[in-house]
């Protein structure tokens, strides 16, 4: 089989002959499907938890537990609207890199997300009066966005179910990271 051509070292796309050139262009539509899929995924995952757990819960909940909601679901919803535009950036820019000053916007939010995450987490403390069973529900949707951050920006952790135990015990370096990496050279 013909290798398909990519971008080289420094991020250029490699020419292709004839033949390589109309599956090269076949792969990079099937890339651009693909992201896409998971941009527009990802924005709608955090339309859902905002119409569902932000706007539904709280007509039925307590003052101070929906101020606890908020902080729990903001920084999750922060991420996922990271990921979605990620994701639909990806497809515009296929075959090409991120241009420099999107990667540099990623590599800042990389370190911020944490002391997003963190304050969440603050906030939900400070937010309740005591113990309320509602914590469980805050602390869910808080370690989904801790999880969906490790996802994008340490770890990939996400993996068809008849693949997943063996791929992430790969610890693969998200596809995120890879391209906000400033290039050596």
Excluded: K
Excluded at 33 to 46: D, N, P
Excluded at 106 to 133: E, H, I, W
Excluded at 148 to 158: C, D, K, M, P, S
């Amino acid at each position: 089989m013909t290798d398909l051509p990519g971008p080289d070292a420094g991020g250029t796309p490699v020419a292709a002959s004839r033949p390589d050139r109309s599956l090269a262009r076949e792969r990079w539509a099937g890339l651009r499907r693909r992201c896409l899929s998971l941009g527009t995924g990802e924005l709608v995952a955090a339309a859902v938890f905002a119409l569902f757990f932000g706007f539904g819960l709280s007509p039925v909940a307590y003052a101070n537990e929906v101020e606890a909601l908020w902080f729990a679901l903001g920084p999750l919803l922060f991420i996922l609207v990271q990921a979605g535009i990620y994701w639909l950036i990806v497809r515009s820019r296929v075959p090409h890199p991120l241009p420099p000053g999107v990667a540099a916007v990623y590599r800042v939010l990389r370190v911020l997300n944490p002391f997003v995450l963190a304050a969440g987490a603050v906030g939900v403390a400070l937010s309740l009066d005591g113990p309320t069973p509602a914590i469980v529900l805050f602390a869910a949707i808080w370690l989904f966005g801790v999880i969906e951050y490790v996802n994008y920006f340490i770890v990939r952790l996400a993996y068809p179910v008849s693949s997943w135990l063996t791929e992430v015990g790969r610890w693969s370096t998200p596809r995120l990271v890879r391209d906000i990496r400033i290039p050596r050279g």
